[in-house]
């Protein structure tokens, strides 16, 4: 039945066939032939992608000139073609052909592209033969809308099978993930680059050439996968296995929905090809399992069947905009055939009809109806926006006021921004949608003075365009690594992997990581197990060698104080970990997964043996030294000794003041062979104050305290530094001293000490004034110099004459002097040797 308010066009009586069934029945390969039993024929497919394919197809059995191309963006149009590729919406309405099929009728119930196919259904016919191919879920109202038709159900020719839900490592190969946004398949790309080596990326929004080098890259097996959104439902043919569902749900423009089981079973029948069969499931993490019931419907192909198809008038007004918005808005008359939503072209008309401008200008039925045709043109950059808008008005603007013409110079400075090849992913996807509207603007002859000219250019920007974006796609989610071990293996060889002198591990001349010290590191996107399986045994053989070789030849090795790390050439090797004592740390290896344990073991003694001479040798030599000494030492010496190396060479002396009195002669002259030095304030070694000295001693602190950092040593020279800089610990292990709110260097004290004594015995008992130059030479004001002097024992008192005068506090404890020397006994033997001149000097 045809609607009252549409009339069919006049053809003679031909046949009307309706070919349904689901996926991978052969209905497009079918229509395809019956075509060109023909003379002539016209075929409408849902995407521009297949209607590219379906035209190389026929142009391979028909020759180039016998073929045209008709999509929004392209037009390839031989003198005289006999047969029409077109998609749905570009089939020509004056072309009289002997055969006419349109595929995926269902899409009859599209909420955006329905009136569209559904118009086709109502008005293409072809003198000999119409065809419909589609799904079962139409064909009551294609019974009920086209009496007399005929009727083919065509079985799937292999089985589809549900496999649950599956992790992405578990994943078959020749998979593809189906996502439902550019983002989330971009981001599901990523993890299998980083996973499975690598992907193939299919979207709608693609340009022909992007989408089959794309294609070409899973086909050939560089990749086993392939990531898609759902344009991969209607009709690409690739030979997938599997089907993996990353949701089930998507935003389809104005709400977010789950997809229906008809729709999930359009796009998991691409699983399987010819008599291959095929599977489907869901990708774990990403959504959950479908219910038994769906799992049915989809295997068994029983889905509930349409019961309405959207339609749009086709008997327009172009009296004024408003009446032509009207006539859009009319019903059918048939509660089989239900008014669309306002699709995008009618959304474009009501705003621009709102516009003054454009409405002074869209006067009388020419003007309305060329609104109409810019209003047509499709949002490629899917914003339908102020900027899709603005774009369309400006359009009609210039094509009203340059008598039906775009001038040139305006177009030029439109197209050429968009000829740069720059960019990440989604800028030269963001250049390429707007380049199709350029493309399809070339393609109205009518509104170009040079149509050819600006069709080529348009085109050629988007094939370097679409190049650019394949080129961008393949680096960022492509391992050609990877595809080169497949190749390898299907050949039956090994691949060749190599390791330069500097530890780039080479894998079929592609680098895939780093050897540093005795660790591998891979390249980001390289761990993959095919990858690593590859190169494992060439890695392993040299870290071996490396160990060995360590073992003998230490002279590479250095010690990282800051990070507490060992390192061979640079590169962390180990790390050193608390032992028994401050002085004794342990090493302990880094992960080193590709050493052996026994071959590790014996590089940790080795490493362990460089340290303990390393550190003996080195800056702490004298602390070392003494702490070997110890046993020789007499008991108060050994004990004093013992404090001085457990807290690193430094001790306040009024902390140890017993332990001091109780020395000899003997056993101090003892210690200071030691390096010890007795100050008035502190029992130190000064070696032990040097830069190097201190760095050493804080990473070997803060190993033994187990510290998560190594404190920042004071910086070279300074000989005092703000207290709040150092903690008590940092300060006594760097060989500071905190007095008030300075640190002052154990050297420093000592001197302004000896200075303070000089001083003070000058004075008589009567105080002293300090020099004026001490305070600055260590870096201290008046303030600071007045708390050192009191740390050490003395006191200010400002006398009569006004001046601040220092002694020494009563009860201080004073250097104890030197014992007078005792008159030499003239009765000694040894008294004559004063007398004696050595040999050959003169009297």
Request: proline share 7%; with cysteine; hydrophobic share 45%.
């Amino acid at each position: 039945m045809v609607p009252p308010s549409v009339s069919r066009p006049r053809v003679r009586d031909g046949r009307l066939l309706c070919v349904l069934g689901p996926t991978n029945t052969g209905k497009t390969h079918l229509a395809v032939e019956r075509m060109l039993d023909h003379s002539s024929g016209m075929i409408g497919l849902p995407l521009r992608l297949l209607a590219r394919e379906i035209y190389d197809r026929v142009v391979r059995l028909k020759g180039a000139r016998a073929v045209a191309l008709i999509t929004g963006e392209e037009r390839i149009m031989p003198p005289r073609p006999a047969y029409f590729v077109c998609t749905v919406e570009a089939m020509p309405r004056d072309r009289e052909v002997a055969f006419v099929a349109v595929d995926e009728i269902q899409l009859c119930a599209d909420d955006e592209r329905g009136h569209v196919f559904t118009n086709q259904l109502v008005h293409a016919r072809g003198r000999e033969e119409t065809l419909f191919m589609g799904a079962e879920t139409i064909g009551p109202l294609l019974r009920a809308l086209l009496p007399g038709a005929e009727f083919i159900t065509r079985p799937r020719f292999s089985r589809l099978s549900y496999t649950g839900v599956k992790k992405l490592s578990r994943l078959p190969r020749r998979s593809a993930i189906v996502a439902f946004s550019a983002n989330e398949v971009y981001h599901l790309a990523e993890m299998v680059r980083r996973h499975k080596g690598g992907a193939a990326v299919v979207m709608g929004a693609l340009s022909p050439r992007t989408r089959n080098a794309q294609v070409a890259l899973y086909q050939d097996g560089e990749v086993d996968y392939l990531v898609a959104t759902d344009a991969i439902g209607m009709g690409l043919n690739m030979d997938i296995d599997h089907v993996a569902f990353a949701a089930t749900a998507k935003f389809d423009g104005v709400r977010h929905r789950a997809l229906t089981p008809a729709e999930l079973a359009q796009i998991a029948g691409r699983a399987g090809r010819h008599m291959n069969d095929g599977t489907f499931g869901i990708l774990a993490g990403e959504g959950e399992g479908l219910e038994t019931a769906v799992v049915e419907q989809i295997q068994d192909h029983r889905f509930a069947p349409l019961r309405r198809l959207r339609w749009r008038s086709g008997a327009l007004d172009f009296s004024s905009p408003r009446a032509l918005l009207d006539s859009l808005r009319a019903d059918s008359g048939d509660r089989r055939l239900v008014r669309c939503g306002e699709a995008d072209d009618a959304r474009a008309l009501a705003a621009l009809a709102r516009d003054d401008a454009i409405a002074r200008r869209a006067a009388g039925p020419a003007a309305v109806g060329l609104l109409w045709q810019v209003c047509q043109i499709p949002d490629f950059r899917k914003t339908m926006t102020e900027a899709h808008i603005r774009l369309a008005g400006q359009l009609y603007c210039r094509l009203m006021d340059h008598d039906g013409r775009l001038p040139a110079d305006w177009v030029a400075r439109q197209i050429t921004p968009l000829e740069r090849t720059d960019g990440d992913v989604d800028t030269l996807a963001h250049r390429i949608a707007h380049v199709r509207t350029w493309t399809y603007i070339a393609n109205r002859p009518d509104w170009l003075a040079d149509p050819e000219h600006w069709r080529a250019r348009a085109r050629a920007i988007e094939d370097a365009l679409s190049d650019a974006l394949h080129d961008r796609l393949t680096q960022r989610f492509v391992d050609r690594r990877a595809g080169l071990i497949r190749r390898r293996r299907r050949q039956g060889e090994t691949p060749f992997v190599a390791v330069t002198a500097g530890g780039e591990v080479m894998l079929e001349g592609h680098g895939v990581g780093d050897i540093e010290a005795l660790r591998f590191i891979p390249e980001d996107g390289v761990a993959t197990g095919r990858m690593l399986a590859a190169a494992r045994p060439a890695i392993r053989r040299e870290i071996a060698a490396r160990a060995a070789r360590l073992c003998e030849e230490t002279a590479e090795i250095s010690l990282d104080e800051a990070a507490r790390r060992l390192l061979w050439r640079g590169a962390p090797l180990a790390r050193l970990a608390a032992g028994p004592g401050v002085l004794s740390p342990r090493v302990w290896l880094l992960a080193m997964p590709d050493l052996d344990p026994g071959p590790a073991e014996r590089l940790r003694r080795a490493l362990q043996g460089w340290l303990d001479g390393h550190l003996a040798a080195g800056p702490l030599a004298p602390l070392y030294g003494l702490a070997g000494a110890l046993d020789t030492l007499p008991g108060p010496a050994r004990g004093l000794g013992f404090r001085l190396v457990e807290r690193l060479g430094a001790l306040p002396r009024g902390a140890v003041a017993r332990e001091v009195r109780a020395l000899d002669p003997g056993q101090r002259r003892a210690l200071r062979r030691h390096g010890v030095r007795f100050g008035e304030a502190s029992i130190y070694l000064p070696a032990l104050l040097k830069p190097a000295a201190v760095r050493l001693k804080l990473c070997l602190w803060a190993v033994h305290r187990q510290w998560e950092e190594t404190p920042a040593p004071p910086p070279p020279g300074r000989v005092s530094l703000p207290a709040a800089l150092l903690t008590a610990d940092v300060a006594a292990i760097a060989g500071f001293r905190l007095i008030g709110a300075a640190a002052v260097r154990l050297d420093m004290l000592e001197r302004l000490a000896g200075a303070a004594r000089a001083a003070a015995q000058k004075g008589d008992g009567g105080g002293f004034v300090p020099d004026p130059n001490l305070a600055p030479l260590v870096g201290l004001d008046g303030a600071g110099l007045a708390a050192v002097l009191g740390h050490i024992g003395y006191v200010g008192e400002r006398g009569e004459d006004g001046v601040l005068r220092y002694r020494r506090k009563a009860g201080a404890p004073r250097r104890r002097p030197r014992p007078p020397a005792r008159p030499a006994d003239p009765a000694s033997p040894f008294a004559s040797l004063k007398v004696l001149k050595p040999a050959g000097r003169r009297a």
